[in-house]
């Protein structure tokens, strides 16, 4: 049964080849100062760096840079961020970049104005924001992540050795975001690969959840399909506009909170993923990817029926002579096939984990109770080990 839920989502989203024009649309709403945050110079190399200056200048804005936020954002880069936008009264943080930016403009928003401790107040306790909180615009450069229409916000603290990510509420999710597919071109493909598992597998977490007959679901089995059509042109020609533009909109749609309303979900292979991340400060998806399948076949027998649907909806097993269990293990091949063809990691070995990490990245594995079996420590190490 399709649970109670409100839904509403404040992101103004702007798409297509001339979707940065909407940047001087959108920049007379806010204040003078600008926060301009990015990574670690994609942005200059490609030239997007000189067109989004000069439509700030040409709007009579004054920049403050913060660049230099890297993959998986750190603790010590989030006090640096707020650090600038305290210093130079900012009143809009503009975030170019990947999830990793889009994350961090919004950890940043949460904490300029907040007396306390950032990590402890909404890493650790989980609270929500009760300070003054910044507004924060996106222009996207890789797909992947939905940060650019969701409150997600990770944060990494290599000395805690946990990575761990607050989902916020409206009034921290990015006021507009602009996504242009073409700017995903200049991905390596090592990144763009790993976005699309890290989209194929948001859809998973909703959709792994739940034995009733939810419209969701029905969502969820068109953008998988969307996503794996789509992957396979990129991967080979990542010029092809209606892939990459196809790739981006669904990886907004799996994780701008749309699927997710009136139903269960599952987040144990992020879990997973997220603590192998704080050990190995791997690539997101890719940590996603190395643990999947060790996790999913652990699964599957507690929630047979719909792997069985997954096999045959997304991947087109057919069904005729065989066990349901059967059904289940040909859809985790097939997906496991199609892994293998696009090229992610496949096991937490190539990202850098060795034997004497499982322990500590199982004790920083958040357990949570969505999915088909609630997993213990036990099961996180065998799952962990299966994944070696
Ligand atoms: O830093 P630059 O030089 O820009 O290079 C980046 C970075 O090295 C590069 N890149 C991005 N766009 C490019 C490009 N290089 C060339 N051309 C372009 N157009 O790609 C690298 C990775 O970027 P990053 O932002 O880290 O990737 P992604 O979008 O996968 O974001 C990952 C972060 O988002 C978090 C992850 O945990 C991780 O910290 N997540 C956020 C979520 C959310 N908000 O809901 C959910 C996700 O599950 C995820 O946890
Ligand atoms: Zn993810």
């Not at 913060?66 to 130079?88: F, H, Q, Y």
């Not at 293998?340 to 190539?350: D, L, R």
């Amino acid at each position: 049964m399709l649970g109670n839920f409100t839904y509403h989502n404040p992101t103004q989203l702007y798409f297509g080849e001339d979707a940065l024009e909407y940047l001087n649309d959108e920049l007379p709403k806010y204040g003078k100062n600008v926060q301009l945050i990015y990574g670690g110079g994609s942005i200059k190399k490609n030239g997007l760096y000189d067109s989004i200056v000069d439509i700030l200048r040409r709007n009579g804005k004054e920049v403050f840079e913060d660049a230099g936020v890297m993959p998986n954002p750190t603790i010590e880069k989030l006090r640096e961020g707020i650090k600038i936008a305290r210093d130079n009264n900012v009143d809009l943080l503009l975030a170019v970049g990947g999830g990793s930016c889009c994350d961090y403009a919004k950890a940043v928003s949460v904490s300029v104005h907040c007396d306390e401790d950032p990590w402890e107040k909404y890493y650790i306790r989980f609270e929500e924001p009760t300070c003054e909180i910044l507004p924060v615009g996106c222009i996207l450069t890789m797909a992947g992540t939905g940060s650019e229409m969701n409150g997600g916000a990770v944060i990494t603290n290599h000395e805690a050795k946990l990575k761990i990510g607050h989902v916020f509420g409206d009034e921290v999710m990015p006021k507009f975001s602009i996504l242009n597919p073409k700017y995903t071109y200049s991905l390596p493909k090592h990144q763009m690969v790993a976005g699309i598992y890290d989209i194929f597998n948001h859809i998973c977490e909703q959709y792994f959840s739940g034995e009733d007959d939810n419209t969701s679901d029905y969502i969820s089995e068109a953008l998988m399909k969307s996503v794996v059509h789509s992957s396979l042109i990129a991967v080979e020609n990542p010029e092809d506009y209606e892939a990459r533009s196809n790739i981006m909109w669904t990886a907004t749609w799996a994780l701008n909170t749309l699927i997710s309303r009136g139903k269960s979900t599952d987040w144990m292979v992020h879990m997973l993923g997220q603590s192998v991340g704080a050990y190995t400060d791997a690539t997101h998806g890719m940590t996603l990817a190395a643990v999947s399948l060790p996790y999913y076949r652990y699964i599957m027998p507690y929630g047979l029926a719909k792997f069985k649907r997954f096999a045959e909806e997304v991947w087109g097993v057919c069904a005729d002579g065989k066990t349901d269990e059967q059904v289940a293990e040909e859809g985790l091949k097939a997906m496991e096939e199609w892994m293998k063809k696009i090229g992610v990691a496949m096991n937490i070995t190539e990202l850098g984990v060795t034997e004497d990490m499982i322990d500590g990245i199982a004790n920083g594995t958040i357990i949570l109770e969505g999915g088909y079996k609630v997993l213990n420590k036990d099961e996180v190490i065998r799952i962990l080990r299966a994944s070696l």
